[in-house]
Nanobody, 124 residues
Framework: VQLQASGGGLVQAGGSLRLSCAISGRPLSSYAMGWFRQAPGKEREFVAG????????AYADSVKGRSTISRDNARNTVYLQLNRVKFEDAAIYYCAASNNPYSRSSSLGDYDHWGQGTQVTVSS
């Protein structure tokens, strides 16, 4: 299975961004999905997760209330919408797939497949 994240770039503080993650090789519905991010000098951290059906989600406190994770299994794509972007949101964002389709885990070790990452830069 391969994951391809896209949608990163330069976003103004206070603005919005939408990241996409396309999966190939196996149906997206086989997996729970997560978004993680890693800023320079920091560890990779959980952002959001969603179960295979899309009916349950989980968010890190840092993005709760201004972020939405969603998925379109027919299009084999997962999305991350982030609003009211802050400077501390700048990072490389990674999508990940868990072989446990019911997982909303925030632990990196619970995800089995990773994409290459997409860079998000925040400007003033």
């Amino acid at each position: 299975v391969q994951l391809q994240a896209s949608g990163g770039g330069l976003v103004q503080a206070g603005g919005s961004l939408r990241l996409s993650c396309a999966i190939s090789g196996r149906p997206l519905s086989s997996y729970a999905m997560g978004w993680f991010r890693q800023a320079p000098g920091k560890e990779r951290e959980f952002v959001a997760g969603i179960v295979w059906s899309g009916t349950m989600t989980a968010y890190a406190d840092s993005v709760k209330g201004r972020s939405t994770i969603s998925r379109d299994n027919a299009r084999n794509t997962v999305y991350l919408q982030l609003n009211r972007v802050k400077f501390e949101d700048a990072a490389i964002y990674y999508c990940a797939a868990s072989n446990n389709p019911y997982s909303r885990s925030s632990s990196l070790g619970d995800y089995d497949h990773w994409g290459q990452g997409t860079q998000v830069t925040v400007s003033s």
